[in-house]
């Protein structure tokens, strides 16, 4: 039971590393999305411009949420 706690952080740091990695890249908001938008869409994802910031903005708060308690 305790290995499975171990992955399931690992893949949640991963993820959240992940998503802090794209997000905090130095590319324009705009070019991030369409790359986001673009990889959802190849796995039959769709979602409008409204969808998608509440998308990113979720992601953000994620992360924030994760630095804050972190520090």
Avoid: H, Q, W
Wanted: cysteine-free; overall charge negative; charged content about 30%.
């Amino acid at each position: 039971m305790k290995a499975l706690n171990y992955l399931v952080a690992f893949l949640g740091g991963v993820a959240i590393g992940s998503a802090a990695g794209i997000l905090l890249a130095p590319e324009k908001g705009t070019d991030t999305r369409e790359r986001i938008a673009e990889a959802l869409r190849k796995r039959g994802i769709r979602l409008n411009r409204k969808d998608m910031n509440a998308l990113v903005n979720d992601i953000s708060e994620e992360l924030a949420n994760a630095t804050d308690e972190n520090e």
